[in-house]
């Protein structure tokens, strides 16, 4: 046991101390960038080992240079396309024309399982019933969950 303790302690001693710096840099435009390079742009500068650099994005808002030049009516304020409100409904409509020919269709499929499985029944072929059973079921799911989806339309 102690040969072992001995190679892992030796093999710690060999392997290279590892330390990267982690530079900030700014743009012109005020957008800052944090790399483990430094690129020739000017306002780079080393972090202090201290201070902690987080990789996930912040939730905040705009800078206010880019939101002057953003007109309103252009972006949501999440930085998504805003849409009138005549596209929004014919949006709305070709969604819920699209849902109804779903839900059509789902029940078709579940009408013709549920007669197979009653012709199947009444025939007493001795065949294996779990198939279509688990073919009804899984039509059953969509018929609900495409009723969901209908009913939360506006």
Do not use: W
Not at 22 to 46: L, M, P, Q
Not at 51 to 76: K, M, N
Not at 109 to 133: F, I, T
């Amino acid at each position: 046991m102690s040969l072992r303790i001995a190679l892992v302690l030796a093999a710690l001693l060999c392997s290279p101390l590892v330390r990267a710096d982690i530079f900030k840099c700014v743009d012109e435009a005020g957008h800052v960038t944090y790399t483990n390079s430094k690129t020739s742009a000017r306002g780079c500068s080393v972090l202090a080992r201290d201070q902690a650099v987080s990789s996930v994005p912040g939730g905040g808002g705009r800078p206010a240079a880019q939101s002057a030049s953003v007109g309103s009516a252009s972006s949501g304020s999440a930085g998504f396309p805003r849409v009138d409100a005549g596209t929004q409904r014919a949006r709305d409509t070709d969604r819920r024309r699209i849902l109804e020919e779903e839900l059509g269709a789902e029940q078709s499929a579940l009408d013709v399982a549920s007669r197979q499985l009653a012709e199947l029944d009444s025939a007493r072929r001795g065949g294996d019933r779990q198939p279509l059973k688990d073919k009804i079921q899984l039509h059953e799911r969509n018929v609900e969950a495409l009723k969901r989806e209908i009913s939360n339309l506006r």
